[in-house]
């Protein structure tokens, strides 16, 4: 964090590790719930979608399907899906999930997942939507696990959809003194690897996690504030591009640009300081050289700066949609489990 970012490296650094359909609960389930809210039914039936994706070249034989969440749409939703496409800078054959998010926005939709009922095993996530020109979309995501974790059960899918919207809603819309919360509720102890790496680089990548030998010079309460001072600051990009009106069409461009805003705050804000103390507010986030009580809490002191200076900066005044207009609902499915083999 020290040095100036490299945009396409960091993104990435931070994109590879992650399956396509982690990527895709990511990106879409801080939508909800509380934040958008609709007004109307999908135009799609469950039946449909399910149709749709049997009908897809993808569809796995003899599989079972059951929705995880159902999206419901807005005249306001299609108003901001289509300023989505206006304003983005990339070719529609390159929106993210094929333009499955402007999608839900415009017509509401599914997130299923496509499971073998033989073994129970969670094959893929599904969104189903319609396109611009009204036919079905749907966007396949492999679930991809680690031979070592074993498969994912559809239990399993269903506590990860669940917990991941769960973490990610709070993340998103949480400040400084909600995030110490959530951290201490999600982990209790702050995570800790024990490479001499940068806590961005580690692999696979885990929130809020700093080394083991930072978290043994100071206090739990300073190492969870620590925590997530760093953390807020590598996640505001995430909280910047997702007030930016092209974010539907394409979330990873968009986080790009929001690198790039991010850069040029923390070069005004070190601008901001004595020139003698430029060179030490040029190393913030470098936890290298910290090797006692003092220096981390003088660094703990600087990362507060910085992250205050940069959260009151994170949305646009001119461009708060996600935040402040209710165009989407993301429910979980109150039927029970729909089956369809």
Same mark, same amino acid.
């Given at each position: 964090?020290?040095?100036?970012?490299?945009?396409?490296?960091?993104?990435?650094?931070?994109?590879?590790?992650?399956?396509?359909?982690?990527?895709?609960?990511?990106?879409?389930?801080?939508?909800?719930?509380?934040?958008?809210?609709?007004?109307?039914?999908?135009?799609?039936?469950?039946?449909?979608?399910?149709?749709?994706?049997?009908?897809?070249?993808?569809?796995?034989?003899?599989?079972?399907?059951?929705?995880?969440?159902?999206?419901?749409?807005? #005249? /306001? =939703? +299609?108003? @901001?899906?289509? &300023?989505?496409?206006?304003?983005?800078?990339?070719?529609?054959? $390159?929106?993210? #999930? /094929? =333009? +499955?998010? @402007?999608?839900? &926005?415009?017509?509401?939709?599914?997130?299923?997942?496509?499971? $073998?009922?033989?073994?129970?095993? +969670?094959?893929?996530?599904?969104?189903?939507?319609?396109?611009?020109?009204?036919?079905?979309?749907?966007?396949?995501?492999?679930?991809?696990?680690?031979?070592?974790?074993?498969?994912?059960?559809?239990?399993?899918?269903?506590?990860?959809?669940?917990?991941?919207?769960?973490?990610?809603?709070?993340?998103?819309?949480?400040?400084?003194?909600?995030?110490?919360?959530?951290?201490?509720?999600?982990?209790?102890?702050?995570?800790?690897?024990?490479?001499?790496?940068?806590?961005?680089?580690?692999?696979?990548?885990?929130?809020?996690?700093?080394?083991?030998?930072?978290?043994?010079?100071?206090?739990?309460?300073?190492?969870?504030?620590?925590?997530?001072?760093?953390?807020?600051?590598?996640?505001?990009?995430?909280?910047?591009?997702?007030?930016?009106?092209?974010?539907?069409?394409?979330?990873?461009?968009?986080?790009?640009?929001?690198?790039?805003?991010?850069?040029?705050?923390?070069?005004?804000?070190?601008?901001?300081?004595?020139?003698?103390?430029?060179?030490?507010?040029?190393?913030?986030?470098?936890?290298?050289?910290?090797?006692?009580?003092?220096?981390?809490?003088?660094?703990?002191?600087?990362?507060?700066?910085?992250?205050?200076?940069?959260?009151?900066?994170?949305?646009?005044?001119?461009?708060?949609?996600?935040?402040?207009?209710?165009?989407?609902?993301?429910?979980?499915?109150?039927?029970?489990?729909?089956?369809?083999?």
């Amino acid at each position: 964090m020290g040095s100036d970012y490299k945009v396409s490296e960091s993104i990435a650094e931070r994109v590879a590790p992650l399956s396509r359909a982690l990527l895709l609960l990511i990106l879409i389930l801080p939508l909800s719930p509380h934040l958008l809210a609709g007004d109307r039914n999908p135009t799609l039936t469950r039946d449909q979608a399910i149709d749709a994706i049997r009908s897809s070249s993808e569809a796995q034989p003899s599989a079972a399907y059951k929705v995880l969440r159902e999206f419901s749409p807005s #005249a /306001q =939703g +299609a108003r @901001l899906a289509k &300023l989505a496409v206006k304003k983005a800078r990339t070719a529609r054959k $390159d929106f993210f #999930a /094929q =333009g +499955a998010v @402007l999608g839900l &926005l415009r017509d509401g939709g599914y997130l299923i997942v496509e499971y $073998d009922p033989r073994i129970d095993l +969670a094959l893929n996530l599904v969104v189903v939507t319609r396109d611009e020109n009204g036919r079905p979309l749907v966007d396949t995501e492999k679930i991809d696990i680690d031979e070592r974790e074993g498969h994912m059960t559809l239990h399993d899918i269903e506590e990860v959809v669940d917990r991941t919207q769960d973490f990610m809603t709070k993340l998103f819309r949480s400040h400084t003194p909600q995030l110490v919360n959530l951290v201490k509720e999600t982990f209790g102890d702050v995570p800790t690897f024990s490479g001499d790496e940068s806590p961005t680089e580690i692999d696979p990548p885990r929130f809020f996690v700093l080394p083991t030998k930072l978290v043994a010079l100071g206090d739990p309460k300073d190492i969870r504030t620590l925590s997530v001072v760093f953390w807020n600051i590598e996640l505001w990009p995430f909280l910047h591009a997702m007030s930016l009106p092209e974010f539907p069409a394409h979330p990873l461009a968009t986080i790009g640009l929001a690198y790039d805003q991010r850069d040029k705050l923390m070069r005004e804000f070190r601008a901001t300081k004595r020139k003698s103390l430029r060179s030490f507010y040029s190393t913030v986030g470098d936890f290298g050289s910290i090797n006692n009580q003092t220096k981390l809490k003088r660094q703990l002191r600087a990362l507060k700066e910085l992250n205050e200076y940069l959260e009151a900066r994170a949305v646009p005044s001119s461009s708060r949609w996600i935040f402040d207009l209710k165009c989407l609902t993301f429910n979980h499915s109150t039927s029970g489990r729909w089956d369809r083999e």
